[in-house]
């Protein structure tokens, strides 16, 4: 099973800064790999798939990049409404499996 | 609009099974599988495995091999999730998610199962 491990745990920001959040996966998952952000009590929802591709009328503020092992998402111009737990998840190999998350706190 | 509406929460024992239902609408419910996905408290989600909805050919995650029955009734655009010998670390929420290709786009809102004597 492929380990994805996200840093840092938590991460306390400003309001229009910009924030790189990372991942790591365990072997080479080539581009299978997507980006989601949960709020409490919510579902979580899709931002990126393919590394860098942005799910359906999600702002440019959100990029995702990386290939291979090595992955960031990056926010800029960073709002209230992004305090969220963001989680990456590889869908390289079965079964597909999540980071323990990056819980983005915009003071 | 697509929506995936879930059943409500569940209590149950130890050993006992839940049976969680996903009812679907605003597409054609045979054009895309369902995953299902769990989320214990405080931790990041787990993939459980996903069924396709066109013929009922299902993939399981291993760690849930022989505990985990995923289904459908086509006639009622509904998914369900039967989990089987439940433990307490079973307590989760569960959610299940429209496959998008490559990824769900399109969530329910989940479903508490809490299991506990």
């Known amino acids: 099973e492929i380990v994805m491990t996200q840093s840092p745990a938590t991460l306390s920001v400003s309001p229009g800064e910009r924030v790189t959040l990372s991942c790591r996966a365990s072997?080479?998952?080539?581009?299978?790999l997507g980006w989601y952000q949960q709020t409490p009590g919510q579902a979580p929802r899709l931002l990126i798939h393919d590394a860098s591709t942005r799910a359906t009328g999600l702002p440019d503020r959100f990029s995702g990049s990386g290939f291979g092992t090595e992955f960031t998402l990056t926010i800029s111009s960073l709002q209230s409404a992004d305090s969220a737990v963001y989680y990456c998840q590889q869908y390289n190999h079965w079964p597909y499996t999540f980071g323990q998350g990056t819980k983005l706190e915009i003071q | 609009q697509v929506q995936l509406v879930q059943s409500g929460p569940e209590v149950k024992k130890p050993g006992a099974s839940v049976k969680v239902s996903c009812k679907a609408s605003?597409?054609?419910?045979?054009?895309?599988?369902i995953n299902w996905v769990r989320q214990a408290p405080g931790q990041g989600p787990e993939w459980m495995g996903w069924?396709?909805?066109?013929?009922?050919?299902?993939n399981y995650a291993q760690k849930f091999q022989g505990r985990v029955t995923m289904t459908t009734d086509t006639s009622a655009n509904t998914a369900y999730m039967e989990l089987l010998s439940l433990k307490s670390d079973d307590t989760a929420v569960y959610y299940c998610a429209r496959d998008d290709h490559p990824l769900p786009a399109h969530w329910g809102q989940g479903t508490l199962v809490t299991v506990s004597s």
């Open positions: 072997q080479s998952i080539g581009s299978n």
């Open positions: 605003g597409y054609t419910f045979t054009n895309y599988n």
């Open positions: 069924i396709f909805t066109y013929n009922g050919q299902t």
